[in-house]
Nanobody
């Protein structure tokens, strides 16, 4: 069975940093595209970044470019999202997801598996 476990969220002051981790089991990063999403209550889940064997690493919203860095480990067990210069608008539940099509789409609809979400709260 595929399982994703997101962790690393917390409370941080604006301008600070956090690193999220997503532990993956039951799948190969060679076959799946791995993504990070976030969701604020009342808004749609938003794609942040994706890593794929075929398309490399992609960042979606302009608001995170230059501040967030996605990576994966060589053992294909973890993907990470390093977040720096955090802003109040980064407050959200963050999710990792796996897409069996293998290429990054940024779409919620192609994700077959989701982690449980980890809360990131940025305070002023």
């Amino acid at each position: 069975d595929v399982q994703l476990q997101a962790s690393g969220g917390g409370l941080v002051q604006a301008g600070g940093s956090l690193t999220l981790s997503c532990g993956a089991s039951g799948l190969s990063f060679d076959d799946f595209a791995m993504s990070w999403f976030r969701q604020v209550p009342g808004k749609e889940r938003e794609g942040l970044s994706c890593v794929s064997r075929w398309t490399g690493i992609t960042y979606y919203p302009d608001s995170i470019k230059g501040r967030f860095t996605m990576s994966s480990d060589g053992d294909q067990k973890y993907v990470y999202l390093q977040m720096s210069s955090l802003e109040l608008d980064d407050t959200a539940v963050h999710y990792c997801a796996a897409d069996p099509f293998g290429s990054c789409s940024g779409s919620r609809g192609t994700q077959a598996y989701w982690g449980q979400g980890t809360q990131v709260t940025v305070s002023s």
